[in-house]
């Protein structure tokens, strides 16, 4: 797919009344400061008819208007913490054209061909860019990336529902939440859980990446993309579940015949119920962090871990409200040794999940802000965010309660949606499928040594 640059310019905010100060500076949160210091990218597709670029450059100018930190810069203020200047200084808007129909050119799933679909990932100083890219058939794909220092996944998606809103006409309500200065250390600080080695590390890791030699990756590392429809699905949640009374054996000294109900926070309310089904999410990455683990053939005494962002809106208590802006995520670190994983029924790995998941609970992201308000600094500690999975590891981000299907730019909502080409094996994407029907898309980086052994169990229950 040859794919020809017409023009690439900068686009700056457009305020329905006088422009706001250039000078202010937001400095990052804890949970800003622990994220992928680097930009992501995501791929639109969109059948004709489409409106024209136009509408769509002036819909993002309007709705930079409300996320000015988009259209800012990462610097550095006095004491060297890295800032948000919102100094208006614009986001990189890209048109390019294809001259073959998008059913000729456009793949299916994640390939280095993608790549041509945004603009480049390195040595960016917007900390968002787009490209629309134009096929003969009056196909639309939008490639559009974002410094996830900036926001979250939720965050973005969020940003993403308003351009659309504003492209249509329509109020780009709910307004975000902008303010930053609300995760106050409490006074004396309370450690109450280890982060050094979880979030932080004292060695300087070697980051992820960005510019990765795509032809030499592409020889070693192929996306493989998993569709799982809602009739396997409910099976796979029927077979994770149908023990789980049985096997609640847990630290948490669960009785066998009853299970905690775990609050919205995550704080356990003291309520039992029997034979409670463990969430599709759960049952999901469990089958997939086994069938991984087979098809890496590792060894039986290994020990296994997967990384799970968890969302810390609706933990924190008070909750943060819904539309705040920024990121708000920590990670759970299920483990388990291979030979458990791999000879114990599904509902033993999925509980493993449950129950690494609901620790991350209020308590657990306030320990995380003293720790981070206090430490960061004074110990020289690096994000553990920046470092590669290790052979035996994962790493999953979940897109599923994502509106990312939402972005209608008034022609209707994407006919496809996929993440970029990020070959780094071990990192596994979660997202709804555009069937629209419940069913779920699994892209998952592999070693193509690794390859047919998991295409092998990938679908075996």
């Known amino acids: 797919m040859k794919v020809k640059i017409e023009s690439s ?31 992501m990218a995501v791929i639109y597709a969109y059948r004709p008819p489409t409106p024209p670029n136009i509408a769509i450059k002036l819909g993002l100018q309007k709705v930079l208007s409300v996320y000015r930190e988009w259209a800012g810069r990462l610097g550095k203020n006095e004491e060297g913490d890295t800032v948000i200047i919102l100094n208006d200084k614009g986001v990189r808007f890209v048109e390019a054209s294809v001259n073959d129909p998008i059913d000729e050119s456009m ?43 900036v926001a979250d996944g939720h965050a973005t998606s969020n940003f993403l529902v308003a351009w659309g809103k504003a492209c249509r006409g ?46 030499i990756l592409a020889e070693e590392v192929v996306i493989h993309k998993v569709h799982f429809t809602t009739d396997f699905l409910a099976k796979l949640k029927s077979r994770a579940s149908l023990s789980r009374t049985e096997d609640m054996r847990s630290p948490l000294d669960f009785k066998s015949d009853q299970i905690i109900v775990s609050s919205p926070t995550g704080i356990s309310n003291g309520l039992t119920q029997p034979n409670k089904m463990f969430s599709t999410f759960e049952c999901l990455v469990a089958h997939l ?59 033993y790995a999925t509980k493993v999940i449950h129950e690494a998941v609901l620790k991350v609970d209020d308590h657990y992201f306030k320990s995380f802000i003293d720790f981070a308000s206090h430490k960061l ?23 599923l309660r994502f509106p990312f299907y939402d972005l209608d730019f008034g022609c209707g909502s994407p006919y496809m949606f996929m993440p970029s080409y990020f070959p780094i094996e071990g990192i596994m994407l979660l997202s709804p499928s555009f069937k629209g029907d419940g069913s779920i898309d699994a892209f998952i980086p592999l070693h193509k040594d690794h390859l047919e052994r998991f295409q092998g169990n990938c679908y075996t229950l």
């Open 377 to 399: 600094k004074a110990e020289d500690l690096y994000p553990t965010e920046n470092i590669n999975p290790s052979p035996a590891n994962l790493e999953v981000d979940s897109w």
């Open 9 to 39: 310019r900068i686009i700056k905010p457009c305020y329905d009344g006088p422009p706001p100060s250039t000078t202010l500076c937001i400095p990052l949160t804890p949970f800003d400061n622990a994220n992928y210091d680097g930009q």
């Open 170 to 215: 329509c109020e780009m309500g709910p307004l975000p939440t902008h303010d930053r200065t609300i995760f106050v250390p409490r006074d004396p600080p309370k450690f109450e859980f280890q982060h050094r080695g979880v979030e932080y590390t004292s060695e300087k890791p070697i980051k992820i990446d960005d510019g990765f030699d795509d032809s």
């Open 107 to 149: 793949p299916s799933s994640p390939s280095p061909v993608l790549l041509t679909l945004h603009p480049s990932l390195t040595d960016v100083e917007e900390l968002v860019q787009v490209q629309l890219t134009r096929f003969s058939c009056g196909s639309l794909v939008v490639g559009f990336t974002a410094h996830h220092l």
């Open 289 to 347: 962090w086994r069938c991984i683990t087979r098809a890496r053939a590792l060894n039986g005494f290994e020990t296994t871990q997967v990384r799970i962002s968890v969302n810390g809106r609706m933990r924190l208590n008070p909750r943060v409200p819904n539309n705040y802006f920024g990121n708000l995520v920590l990670w759970a670190f299920p483990k388990a040794k291979v030979e458990d994983l791999l000879t114990e029924p599904i509902s």
